[in-house]
C-alpha cells in the first residue's frame, strides 16, 4: 500500500493568486495523478503527472492554468494559477501501481480550495 | 470513450439488510473496475476491483461485487448493513484496451444505514 500526505489541507485565497499543492508518497509509484472534486461529488482528472516531463492534460485543463511537476517517483505538485472563484474546489493527488494483481489507487486527503 | 453511470445519487437502507449501489460502465475495450468508498473529510480508499476470472469479487468490510459483461454491470453489494458504512461510494472503470492508465468516476452513491 501507499501513504500519500497532501499539503495544505485547505487554503483561502484571493482571486488572482496562485497556490501550489504538494503531494508526496511513501513509496515509489509508477503512476501519480491531479483531480478535482466538488463536494460530494464526481472526481474530474485534469492530468497524470509524469516523471521528468510534461503532464498529460484531459481536455478542458491546461498548463499555464494548472502547471504540474513531478522531479522524481515520489513526490508531485499541482499549481493552481490566476485563481477565480470557480476555481473553488477539493484538489485530490492519486497515485498508483499498474499491473494487474497490484493495480489501484491511493488518494491524499485533498486540498480544500477556496478563492475570493 | 469511456463512462461510468451510477444511477443513484442515494441509496438508504436498514442496518441489519442487505444493500446494493448499482453502477454501470460503458468501455470499448476491456474493463478493470473498481470500487472506492469516500468517508466524511477523507480521502477515497479503494474498496475492491475486478479485472479477470472469478465474476465476484470480495473486498474490504465485507464488501462484494459483482461483474456482469452481459449487462455491463458491477454492482455493490453487501449482505448485512452497518450504520458505520454510511459514506460516498464511487465506481471507477479503466479501459485495458486504451494504453492509458485513465480512470474514470462515476458521479457517486451516497449510502445511509439507518439505525
Known amino acids: 500500500s501507499a501513504v500519500i500526505s497532501q499539503k495544505p489541507s485547505r487554503d483561502i485565497c484571493q482571486r488572482g493568486t496562485s497556490l501550489t499543492i504538494q503531494c508526496q508518497v511513501d513509496?515509489?509509484?509508477?503512476?501519480m495523478f491531479w483531480y478535482r472534486q466538488q463536494p460530494g461529488q464526481s472526481l474530474t482528472l485534469i492530468a497524470t503527472?509524469?516523471?521528468?516531463?510534461?503532464?498529460?492534460?484531459e481536455s478542458g485543463f491546461v498548463i499555464d492554468k494548472f502547471p504540474i511537476s513531478r522531479p522524481n517517483l515520489t513526490f508531485s505538485t499541482l499549481t493552481v494559477s490566476n485563481m477565480s472563484p470557480e476555481d473553488s474546489s477539493i484538489y485530490l493527488c492519486?497515485?498508483?501501481?499498474?499491473?494487474?494483481?497490484?493495480?489501484?489507487?491511493?488518494f491524499g486527503s485533498g486540498t480544500q480550495l477556496s478563492v475570493l | 470513450a469511456q463512462s461510468v453511470a451510477q444511477p443513484e445519487d442515494q441509496v438508504n437502507v436498514a442496518e441489519g439488510n442487505p444493500l446494493t449501489v448499482k453502477c454501470t460502465y460503458s468501455?470499448?475495450?476491456?474493463?478493470?473496475l473498481f470500487w472506492y468508498v469516500q468517508y466524511p473529510n477523507r480521502g477515497l480508499q479503494f474498496l475492491l476491483k475486478?479485472?479477470?476470472?472469478?465474476?465476484l469479487v470480495k473486498g474490504s468490510y465485507g464488501f462484494e461485487a459483482e461483474f456482469n459483461k452481459s449487462q455491463t454491470s458491477f454492482h455493490l453489494k453487501k449482505p448485512s448493513a452497518l450504520v458505520s458504512d454510511s459514506a460516498l461510494y464511487f465506481c471507477?472503470?479503466?479501459?485495458?484496451?486504451?494504453?492509458?492508465?485513465?480512470?474514470?468516476f462515476g458521479t457517486g452513491t451516497r449510502l445511509k444505514v439507518l439505525a
Open positions: 492519486s497515485a498508483g501501481q499498474g499491473g494487474a494483481t497490484n493495480e489501484k489507487l491511493f
Open positions: 513509496s515509489q509509484v509508477t503512476m
Open positions: 503527472a509524469n516523471q521528468g516531463s510534461e503532464a498529460t492534460y
Open positions: 468501455v470499448s475495450g476491456n474493463p478493470y
Open positions: 475486478y479485472i479477470t476470472g472469478d465474476n
Open positions: 471507477a472503470v479503466r479501459d485495458v484496451n486504451s494504453g492509458t492508465y485513465k480512470y474514470i
